[in-house]
C-alpha cells in the first residue's frame, strides 16, 4: 500500500465529508457532485475485490444510465460479468461512508477490512473500466484511479467509452481468455455479429422484414450501435438512429430514451407516428442496457413492446425449439420478473404457456441471480432491462445433441439454432444491442410483424408515477416488493384503494437510482388505472 503522506494526500483531494451513500439498485447513483469521494473509495474496492478474485478482472462502469445528465454514478462487475456479489456492497458503502468522516476513520476501516478479508494489498489485481458519455465521467475518472493507485499492483485497463453490457461482456470474455484476441469493443461486434451470420444462414434468412428506426437516448449508445452495424450487408441502409447526438452531454435521455418512452407510453422526440411502410421502432437507454420496442399501428396509434413483451416473446420462442427436439422435460425454462410486470404478461406466460414465472424485487442482480436457476432462464424488468441465460447443462445437452450423428437434419437445425442464440444473447446483463438483435432474429424466424407480436396478449392498462417525499428511506417493503412494511398504516389504505377498482393492483417503493418513490397501478381500463394511480400517490404525499 502507498506511504501514509501520499495516502493521505490523495484522500485530502477527492474525499469530502458530510455526506452518506447507499448502494442503490445499480451501484452508488447520484448528483455527479457529490460523487468524488465515493469513486475514490470506489477505486480502492475494486483493487481489494480483484486481488480477493485472485488477480481476475473486475470491471467497474460510470454512468447513471437512465437518470438525467446531471447525474453520474458507479456499477461494480464481478468477474463473471455479473454485479458485484451483495456481500461486498455494504463494504463498498462502508468504505465510502467512512472516507466521509475523516482520514482516520477511513484508514482504520480498510486496515480492518483489508485484515477481515485477508488481502494481501501489494498482490497484483486487474481492473476494466469504461464510462458513458456525460460530461461529468472524466472528472471521476481521475477520482477512481486515484483511489486504485493507492494498491500498488493492480492494472488497469481503460476501455473509454462504452455502453454498459458492452463492459460487462467484456469484463467476463477477458477472464475467460487470457490469450486470444484484443478484447476490446470491436471483440465485442465481432461476437455478436458472427452469431447473427450464423442464425440468418441456418434459417435462410435474407434481409431484415422491416426497416429499423433505433432511438439511442442521445447517449453512447448512439455511435457504438452505429459503429457496429454500419457496414454489415443486413443493416447498412435499414436502419437509422435518431436521437445520436452523444457529444452534447445535456440532451442525454431528454424527451426520449427506454425510460422516457416506457413511462410516458408514446413515441421519443425524433421519431414520426406514421405507418407507411413497414417498421420496427426500439428505444435505447442512456447507456444502453436498456430497449423497448415499438411500433404504429394503422390508425397511427402508438403501441409499446416492453420488457415483459420481449420476455414473453423469447419464452415462447425457446419453448417450441426445445418442444421439437423433446428436450422440454431434460431442461428446464422459466420466467423471472418484477412486481412491475403486467398482470397480463404473467398471466400469459403462466397460464397459456405453462412456463413458470417468479418475481424478485427490482434491479437486475435480483432477476439475474433467481434465473440461473433454470436451464433457460428468461429475466425482463417491463422497464426492458433484462436478457437470457444459458446454464452448464443446457450447453453439455445441446452439444452432446449436435455431435450424435443418428439426429435427423431437423433436430440438427434446431440444436444449432439453441446454440447459435446462446451466443446471440448477452448473458452477462441486459444489453440493448444484443436484445435487439435476438429480438430481430425471433421475429425474422417466425416471420412475425411487430403487429402480430403485440396481439399475443392485451396489457392491462397501467400508470407508473414518480412521488418526491422528503425521505425515502422509511419506504421498505416485502414480499418482492409488493407490499410495504413501513412507514406504518400506508399499506391499508392502498389496499383499501385498490378495492375500489376491478382486476386492480397497485404497490410502493422507492427507487434505488432516484431520489424518489415510485407508485405502480394496473387496472381493467385506462381511466382505472390512472385514478387509481393518482390517489394512491396522494395518500403517499399525505403520509409524508
Ligand atoms: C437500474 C437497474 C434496473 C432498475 C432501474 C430502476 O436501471 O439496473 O434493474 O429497474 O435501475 O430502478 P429503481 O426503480 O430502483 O430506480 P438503469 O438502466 O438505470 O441502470
Given at each position: 500500500m502507498l506511504d501514509k503522506g501520499t495516502l493521505e494526500r490523495l484522500f485530502k483531494t477527492y474525499c469530502k465529508p458530510g455526506f452518506t451513500y447507499a448502494y442503490g439498485t445499480a451501484g452508488f447513483r447520484y448528483k455527479a457532485d457529490v460523487l468524488d469521494t465515493v469513486m475514490f473509495t470506489t477505486g480502492v474496492l475494486a483493487g481489494l475485490r480483484s486481488i480477493y478474485m485472485e488477480g481476475r478482472t473486475v470491471g467497474v462502469m460510470i454512468t447513471a444510465s437512465h437518470n438525467p445528465p446531471e447525474d453520474n454514478g458507479v456499477k461494480i462487475v464481478d468477474p463473471k460479468g455479473e454485479m458485484l456479489e451483495q456481500s461486498w456492497e455494504s463494504y463498498a458503502t462502508d468504505l465510502a461512508n467512512s472516507a466521509t468522516q475523516?482520514?482516520?476513520a477511513f484508514s482504520v476501516f480498510l486496515q480492518k477490512l483489508v485484515h477481515e478479508l485477508g488481502i494481501d494489498t501489494n498482490a497484483p489485481g486487474n481492473i476494466a473500466i469504461a464510462r458513458d458519455s456525460r460530461e461529468s465521467g472524466p472528472r471521476l475518472l481521475r477520482a477512481f484511479l486515484s483511489g486504485s493507485r493507492i494498491l500498488p499492483n493492480i492494472r488497469i485497463t481503460d476501455h473509454g467509452l462504452l455502453t454498459t453490457p458492452q463492459l460487462h461482456f467484456l469484463t467476463s470474455k477477458g477472464n475467460e481468455q487470457?490469450?486470444?484476441?484484443?478484447v476490446d469493443r470491436f471483440f465485442y461486434y465481432k461476437e455478436f455479429l458472427s452469431a447473427w451470420d450464423d442464425i440468418t444462414a441456418l434459417c435462410g434468412i435474407k434481409s431484415l422484414p422491416?426497416?429499423?428506426?433505433?432511438?439511442?437516448a442521445n447517449g453512447i449508445g448512439a455511435p457504438r450501435v452505429k459503429e457496429m452495424l454500419s457496414a454489415h450487408k443486413f443493416f447498412d441502409g435499414n436502419f437509422r438512429v435518431v436521437n445520436d447526438d452523444w457529444q452534447t452531454p445535456a440532451s442525454l435521455n431528454h424527451l426520449c430514451g427506454a425510460d422516457y418512452v416506457k413511462t410516458n407510453q408514446r413515441l421519443p422526440h425524433g421519431i414520426q407516428a406514421k405507418n407507411d411502410c413497414p417498421r420496427i421502432?426500439?428505444?435505447?437507454?442512456?447507456?444502453?442496457?436498456?430497449i423497448v420496442f415499438y411500433f404504429c399501428d394503422s390508425k397511427g396509434q402508438f403501441r409499446?413492446?416492453?420488457?415483459?413483451?420481449?420476455?414473453?416473446?423469447?419464452?415462447?420462442f425457446f419453448q417450441s425449439i426445445l418442444s421439437s427436439v423433446n428436450l422440454q422435460e431434460s431442461l428446464s425454462l422459466g420466467v423471472v420478473q418484477t412486481a412491475y410486470a403486467n398482470g397480463s404478461s404473467t398471466h400469459y406466460i403462466e397460464q397459456v404457456l405453462g412456463i413458470p414465472v417468479t418475481c424478485t424485487p427490482t434491479g437486475v442482480k435480483h432477476l439475474h441471480h433467481e434465473a440461473i436457476n433454470h436451464d433457460i432462464g428468461v429475466y425482463f424488468e417491463a422497464n426492458g432491462h433484462g436478457t437470457v441465460v444459458f446454464s452448464k447443462k443446457f450447453d453439455e445437452v445441446v452439444s452432446r445433441g449436435l455431435s450424435n450423428r443418428h439426429q435427423s437434419s431437423s433436430t440438427l437445425q434446431s440444436l444449432r439454432l439453441l446454440s447459435k442464440f446462446s451466443n446471440l444473447i448477452n448473458q452477462t446483463v441486459g444489453d440493448a444491442i444484443s436484445d435487439m438483435m435476438g429480438v430481430l432474429a425471433v421475429l425474422s424466424i417466425l416471420g412475425w410483424s411487430p403487429q402480430k407480436w403485440d396481439l399475443e396478449y392485451t396489457d392491462l392498462p397501467n400508470k407508473l408515477v414518480k412521488v418526491l417525499v422528503p425521505d425515502?428511506?422509511?419506504y421498505k417493503t416485502t414480499n418482492a416488493e409488493r407490499q410495504l412494511l413501513s412507514p406504518p398504516g400506508l399499506q391499508g389504505k392502498?389496499?383499501?384503494?385498490?378495492?375500489?377498482?376491478?382486476?386492480?393492483r397497485s404497490f410502493v417503493r422507492a427507487s434505488g437510482t432516484e431520489d424518489a418513490v415510485r407508485v405502480y397501478a394496473e387496472a381493467s381500463t385506462r381511466e382505472e388505472a390512472d385514478?387509481?394511480?393518482?390517489?394512491?400517490s396522494q395518500v403517499v404525499k399525505h403520509n409524508s
Open positions: 475523516d482520514f482516520t487470457q490469450n486470444g484476441p484484443a422491416y426497416k429499423l428506426e433505433i432511438d439511442a421502432c426500439c428505444s435505447f437507454d442512456g447507456d444502453a442496457d436498456r409499446l413492446l416492453d420488457g415483459d413483451k420481449m420476455a414473453t416473446l423469447f419464452a415462447k425515502r428511506t422509511v392502498i389496499d383499501a384503494l385498490v378495492a375500489d377498482y376491478q382486476h386492480a385514478s387509481l394511480a393518482s390517489r394512491v
